[in-house]
């Protein structure tokens, strides 16, 4: 156990620094989680209109 204050202020500090790179480790993967999922949404829209636009098309031949 720490026997000074200062100790105690340091090991608060550290605590405090892992849990601030803990935190700004999970925002940037939920940063990316979500850049892949919007491109993969993207994907799937351009898809589905391509599909409509295809079938509109034999729709009107």
């Known amino acids: 156990m ?3 204050p ?3 202020i340091e090991q608060a ?3 405090i620094e892992k849990a ?3 935190r700004a480790y999970a925002c ?3 940063t990316q989680r979500h850049a892949k999922l919007r491109s993969r949404i ?3 829209v351009s ?3 391509a599909l ?9 031949d």
């Open 2 to 4: 720490a026997s000074t």
């Open 6 to 8: 200062a100790d105690r």
């Open 13 to 15: 500090l550290v605590r």
């Open 20 to 22: 601030a790179a803990a």
């Open 28 to 30: 940037e993967r939920i």
């Open 42 to 44: 993207e994907d799937a």
């Open 47 to 49: 898809s589905l209109d």
């Open 52 to 60: 409509i636009a295809r079938e509109t098309q034999a729709d009107q």
